[in-house]
């Protein structure tokens, strides 16, 4: 019998098909539902290209305004997912709150129990919108409770990116940075199957519903080789201190085998699509804030990984010190990451269950032969 070909990390493999985003490394582009994400990103708010992914053209007038007031109504905490977050200790990372109040939101949702509830399309259709409302108001509790700050409740009167940064500062900021942070949250939105959208599918295709599949996405998104890699990109630069240090720092961590985080991408291998917007957004960031030595860092980094090993930044390393900039701490940017990701996430699932097949890939069994108990 011939060893079957073994495809590690599933490089290369592709499992299925999806009408929601297709990345194209030869052309260097990435569509949602067939827009290009530099246009969506050009012209359309979060909750256009939210209301996009879920359901597979954008909004009229009339379907975005109702859109918009669904997701203003069902922003606020419930005190359960409050207490929930309070007893969480400030040593877990807050990936770990946002999980938690994720699965919580789950185990709240009495309809999951209704005959055809878990599969309910309207329902997860609502369910979608509810996450997609609820979680800016956990990720701003949650950075402000690190802070030793209480909840700002959610303003209806605000936009999705607006708001967001209202619940976590208590201000809106000035147009550029909210406009800067709408930008984040558009190409942060969605791409195909990645790690944490493959998990979020895995989960689905077992006809499990719809707060695991997010739960266990949140789970996946959370390490440094995926969403974690934009608060590492943050880390690097404080270690890194200065411009004139990035290169003899790089030459360090590279002779020490560690990966340089905020590079490299397991679809891209010339660049990825997003990064010049992003890149954009921080340029702009810097001239408001006035810190034109992140991005001399930012440069100078990029262009000795570009010299030692030819490998690109992919969308973390610009939106890590972007969020910096904006006053976000740290541990919060993944969760800001998963907060733009759950359009993308709740399209995924919802495409899993249309046509679903239960995801259970062989494995080649390499261990001990055949023994038996003496
Ligand atoms: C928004 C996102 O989630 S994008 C991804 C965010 N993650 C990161 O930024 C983490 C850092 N990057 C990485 O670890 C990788 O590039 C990944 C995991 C993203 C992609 O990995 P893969 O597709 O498996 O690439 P692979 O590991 O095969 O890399 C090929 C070669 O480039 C090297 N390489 C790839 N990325 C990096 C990196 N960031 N730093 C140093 N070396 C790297 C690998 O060590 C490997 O070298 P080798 O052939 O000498 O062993
Ligand atoms: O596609 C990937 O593997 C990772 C990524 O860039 C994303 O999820 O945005």
Not at 56 to 76: H, I, K, M, Y
Not at 318 to 330: C, K, Q, V
Not at 331 to 341: Q, V
Request: charge should be negative.
């Amino acid at each position: 019998m011939t060893d079957p070909e073994i495809h590690k990390g599933l490089a290369g493999v592709v499992v299925d098909t999806t009408t929601i985003s297709s990345v194209n490394p030869e052309t260097n582009s990435l569509l949602y539902r067939g827009y290009p994400v530099q246009e969506l990103a050009a012209r359309c708010s979060y909750e256009e290209v939210a209301y996009l992914l879920l359901h597979g053209d954008l909004p009229s007038a009339d379907e975005l305004v109702a859109f918009e007031a669904l997701e203003r109504s069902l922003r606020g905490l419930d005190v359960r997912t409050l207490r929930i977050i309070d007893d969480i200790p400030l040593t877990a990372h807050p990936m770990d709150a946002v999980r938690t109040a994720v699965s919580q939101l789950g185990a709240f949702d009495a309809t999951l129990l209704q005959p055809g509830g878990i599969l309910n399309p309207e329902l997860n259709d609502s369910r979608a919108v509810y996450l997609l409302a609820q979680l800016p108001t956990i990720v701003a509790y949650e950075q402000r409770r690190r802070r030793g700050l209480a909840l700002i409740e959610p303003r209806d009167d605000l936009n999705y990116s607006e708001n967001f940064l209202y619940m976590t500062f208590g201000e809106v900021p000035d147009e550029v940075v909210v406009d800067a942070f709408r930008v984040s949250l558009v190409l942060y939105a969605e791409h195909s199957f990645n790690a944490s959208t493959f998990t979020a599918r895995v989960i689905a295709s077992t006809l499990s519903d719809i707060y695991s599949a997010v739960t266990g996405a949140i789970g996946a998104l959370k390490g440094p080789l995926h969403g974690g890699a934009n608060e590492a990109v943050m880390h690097a630069f404080d270690e890194i201190g200065s411009a004139d240090r990035a290169a003899a720092w790089l030459d360090e961590s590279l002779a020490a085998k560690r990966k340089i985080m905020g590079f490299g991408h397991r679809v891209y291998k010339h660049g990825d699509s997003r990064v010049p917007t992003m890149r954009a957004a921080l340029e702009v960031l810097v001239d408001h804030y006035d810190r034109p030595e992140m991005l001399e860092l930012y440069t100078a980094l990029e262009t000795a990984m570009d010299e030692r090993k030819g490998i690109k930044p992919n969308l973390d390393y610009p939106s890590g010190p972007a969020y910096n900039l904006m006053g976000f701490d740290t541990e919060t940017f993944t969760p800001l990451f998963a907060a733009a990701r759950i359009a993308g996430w709740t399209a995924h699932i919802m495409e899993q269950y249309s046509s679903n097949s239960l995801i259970r890939p062989l494995s080649q069994y390499t261990g001990q032969p055949e023994r038996h108990l003496s």
